[in-house]
Each structure stands twice: as C-alpha cells, then as structure tokens.
C-alpha cells in the first residue's frame, strides 16, 4: 500500500502562487497515475488534475483550474507536484493526493485507492 504526505499549503492573497507536494512512500509509485482533488466547506470533492505513470502524456485538468494549474511528477523521489498560479479565492480548499489504481488516469473519485491526509490551501481576497 502506497502512503501519501501532502505539503505545502497556506494562506496566500488573490494572485499568488503555491506549489504542493505530495510524497509517496513504497516502490511501485512510478507504476500508477496520481491526481490532485480539492474538498471545500461543504462541497463534495472535485477533480483538480491528474497525471500518468510517467509523466509524459498530457496530463487532464478541471476546466476551473486549466492554465493556472501545473501538475508533474519525478518518479526518482516519489514525488508529485501541484503547482498552482493566480490563486482565486474559489481555490480555497484541502487538497488531497491520490494513487489512481492504475498507470492511467481518469477523474473520478472512486477510480483512486490511496489519499494523503490532505493539506489546507486558502486564498484572500
């Protein structure tokens, strides 16, 4: 079972960046796709961007995030990122990493068995 610890949350103002972190422990992390979903008060969790096992295929996003959002990965330090530019307010939210059960990727919840404990993203306006 792989074991996932986000990083890199915070309080950051309208505009500003974050890059999240995400470190896998175990040694089949280079076999599956990762993503990154959000969970805001009161709202489901929704698909924030997803990645596969190697990195090089084009990863997906949420329309809501596309082209401020990056999402890479380095297979060598078990390790995904989310770096995220020109934060709203409407990002504010805990962002969780998740294990995909495959080497694809696909956006939905249920298709990932392994979540961080997430880490708390908020944005002033």
């Known amino acids: 079972q792989v074991q996932l610890v986000e990083s890199g949350g915070g309080l950051v103002q309208s505009g500003g960046s974050l890059r999240l972190s995400c470190a896998a422990s175990?040694?089949?992390?280079?076999?599956?796709?990762m993503g990154w979903f959000r969970q805001a008060p009161g709202k489901e969790r929704e698909f924030v961007a997803a990645?596969?096992?190697?990195?090089?295929?084009?990863?997906y996003y949420a329309d809501s995030v596309k082209g401020r959002f990056t999402i890479s990965r380095d297979n060598a330090k078990n390790t995904v990122y989310l770096q995220m530019n020109t934060l709203k307010p409407e990002d504010t939210a805990v962002y969780y990493c998740?294990?995909?059960?495959?080497?694809?990727?696909?956006?939905?919840?249920?298709?990932?068995?392994?979540w961080g404990q997430g880490t708390q993203v908020t944005v002033s306006s």
């Open positions: 175990g040694r089949t992390f280079s076999n599956y796709g």
């Open positions: 998740a294990k995909h059960r495959s080497y694809f990727v696909t956006v939905q919840p249920a298709d990932y068995d392994s």
């Open positions: 990645i596969n096992w190697s990195g090089f295929s084009t990863p």
